[in-house]
Structures are given as C-alpha cells and as structure tokens.
C-alpha cells in the first residue's frame, strides 16, 4: 500500500505566484519522519525540509514553508513568490522509526513559467 | 561541504552484463542506502547498509548484490542486465540510522541496450 500519497501530478505556475503541494501520508509508527525532495530537471535529490511527527510546529524557511498536520495526516508544503529555479519535481516522503528507508509519494512536477 | 560521491555519474552497458555502481558517502556518515529511480517514477528503495553490516532490504532483485567496505564506501553489483535495469540509481547517506535526514548523491544513470 502506498504510504505516501501526493495527489497532484502536476502544478503550472506564474512566476511570483505561491504553489502548495500536498501530500497526505499513512503510518502505524507514532514516531516517523517526513520529507521534501526536490529534483530539478538535472536529476538529483535535494533535500529541502524534514519534520519529525512530535514536532507539529510549523516553520517559515525562505520562500519555503510547511504545514504539518498529525490529525489529517498531512504534510504540505508551500513556495512563496515562485521563481523558475522553482522548476522541477517535488517528492514527498516518509521513515518510520522502525523501517529506515524513504517511502516516496509519486511526485508533483512543478512548472514556474516567466 | 562534502556531499556523497557516486561514480561513474552515467553507464552504458548491453544486455546481459554486469555493472559495478559506487558510492561514498558524506565524511563520518555509517549508514549507506541504495534506490533505484525508473522513468517517470518515485524512487524505490533497494538495500541499506550500516556499520558496513546489511540493515535493510527493498525490492532488490537476486541479480544485484551490495556491500558496504570498512572505508564505509559502498558499491552495487549488477549482473545479467535487463532492459528493464535502465534507470536512475541513488545511493544516499546519514550520520545515524533512522535518525537522521538522508543526503542523496548525484546518482548514476543506467542505460541497457
């Protein structure tokens, strides 16, 4: 079963506009953590943000900030004031305390046009 | 900062042969994770190490075998290459498992011909 879902494919933007990617996670852990990757057209994996799950604060990082939210199981994540740099795919993604490896959503492709 | 070293960072290879992928991960970083990323997909994970012990095991297939050496570089062995191996493979880092955020490296570009 997919323990990471993110519903939206793909998110066409103007640059300046805010994109908010969401991402809607499954665990039986209570102590997890959560991911976003960002991968530009030139391939790698970056990391972005990670939040543990006793952590619901949510923080402002940049342009970048998330909004974590245990009851609905939710872990989106917004850019503001995009910019086409912002270009790429972004992942969604999940450990649980006692199954180290990264559980990926499907990705959301961005584009932020000029 | 250092950052995880993958080599070679794109490979060539025809059906049937065998592929060594390498890795060394972020200075004083123990544990080593390897996901194999197909077209268009997510990426999936397919073996850890830690303390240059096996930790872990993903949707490896029998043909492909790992090791992590006591430098804590890893390398993946591929052998009889399918088609179906052309993908995008990522070996990833952490200081600490479990516990810690996973640095990935540039990864290494398969193509089976």
């Known amino acids: 079963a997919q323990k990471v879902t993110q519903a939206q494919t793909e998110i066409s933007v103007v640059e300046k506009e805010d994109v908010t990617l969401d991402c809607v996670y499954e665990?039986?852990?209570?102590?997890?953590?959560l991911f976003w990757y960002k991968q530009p057209p030139s391939g790698e994996l970056v990391f972005l943000i990670r939040?543990?799950?006793?952590?619901?604060q949510n923080e402002i990082s940049g342009r970048y900030s998330w909004n974590f939210q245990k009851s609905t199981s939710s872990f989106n994540f917004t850019i503001t004031a995009s910019q086409v740099v912002d270009s790429a795919v972004y992942f969604c993604?999940?450990?649980?305390?006692?199954?180290?490896?990264?559980?990926f959503g499907a990705g959301t492709t961005v584009t932020v046009r000029a | 900062a250092a950052g995880v070293i993958q080599s070679p960072r794109h490979l060539i290879k025809e059906k049937r042969e065998t592929a060594t992928l390498k890795c060394y991960p972020i200075?004083?970083?123990?544990?080593v994770y390897w996901y194999q990323q197909g077209p268009g997909q997510d990426p999936q994970f397919l073996i850890s190490?830690?303390?240059?012990?096996?930790?872990d095991k993903g949707s490896i297939p029998d043909r492909f075998s790992a090791q992590q050496f006591s430098d804590y570089h890893s390398e993946l062995n591929m052998s009889s290459l399918e088609l179906g191996d052309s993908a995008l493979y990522f070996c990833?880092?952490?200081?600490?498992?479990?516990?810690?955020?996973?640095?990935f490296g540039p990864g290494t570009r398969l193509l089976v011909l």
């Open positions: 993604a999940l450990s649980e305390i006692n199954d180290y490896k990264l559980s």
């Open positions: 190490f830690y303390e240059k012990m096996q930790s």
């Open positions: 990833a880092s952490t200081a600490r498992r479990g516990e810690e955020t996973q640095y």
């Open positions: 200075p004083r970083h123990d544990t």
């Open positions: 939040r543990n799950s006793f952590d619901e």
């Open positions: 665990t039986r852990d209570t102590t997890y953590y």
